[in-house]
């Protein structure tokens, strides 16, 4: 099983509304991502966790909140977002214990923010 | 600082050979990927290079030279389901962290 999933793959959402991005992998993999990406544009790195543990924040607004319950899910929690948020939110996770560590990167939730 | 550039976009024939280029600048280096996105999809992982020298695998190759912060991405037999945008993306000693470039579009026409 390589695969990451996420739920769900298309959100709209009003700027004073709270919603959750959920991202699920069973490889074993100990590291995961969440990346934005706008249209036409690469990936940008938002938050790295490590073992359940915040280990990168790239500087994100407060406004997105990650969460690691356990090794396999990650949740990016959304509140009083703004129109400029609207982007492609993708999902990845790889196995932090070996030199390879290739990404494995889940279909992404596309987000409108209205 | 950190760049990476690789061009915005090549056109190709069906059934030819193309090469797309990365050139990177960044401090700390511990590997450079290629990633295949097709457009309103999720990236996915085509090649891992950290050492110097050409990695094979099917009809693509890339290589790596390390001292001049090049690579390239070899796409060989060009199908049409080949056209998508090409992520060269690098990743730093110290972490996780993962910088992508702005990424090429190849266009395979018939």
């Known amino acids: 099983d390589t695969e990451v999933t996420q739920t769900p793959k298309h959100l709209v959402m009003g700027m004073t509304n709270k919603k959750s991005l959920k991202c699920e992998q069973h490889?074993?993999?100990?590291?995961m991502y969440w990346y934005k990406q706008k249209a036409k544009k690469p990936p940008e790195l938002m938050f790295v966790y490590s073992y359940e543990k915040l280990s990168i924040n790239e500087s994100v607004p407060s406004r997105f909140s990650p969460e690691c319950p356990n090794s396999s899910l990650l949740n990016l929690h959304l509140h009083a977002l703004q129109p400029e948020d609207s982007a492609l939110y993708l999902c990845?996770?790889?196995?932090?214990?070996?030199?390879?560590?290739?990404?494995?990167f889940g279909p992404g939730t596309r987000l409108l923010v209205l | 600082g950190q760049n990476i550039d690789q061009p915005t976009e090549m056109t190709a024939t069906e059934g030819a050979i193309v090469q797309i280029n990365c050139t990177y600048q960044?401090?700390?280096?511990?590997?450079l990927f290629w990633y295949q996105q097709h457009a309103g999809e999720a990236p996915t992982f085509l090649s891992y290079?950290?050492?110097?020298g050409l990695e094979e695998k099917g009809r693509f190759s890339s290589f790596l030279s390390r001292s001049k912060g090049y690579s390239y991405l070899l796409l060989k037999e060009l199908q049409m389901k080949d056209s998508a945008s090409y992520l060269c993306?690098?990743?730093?000693?110290?972490?996780?962290?993962?910088?992508f470039g702005a990424g090429t579009r190849l266009f395979v026409k018939a």
């Open positions: 993306a690098v990743r730093k000693t110290g972490g996780f962290k993962t910088i």
């Open positions: 960044t401090s700390g280096f511990n590997g």
């Open positions: 290079n950290v050492l110097d």
């Open positions: 490889m074993g993999h100990r590291a």
């Open positions: 990845a996770s790889s196995q932090v214990m070996r030199e390879e560590e290739t990404q494995y």
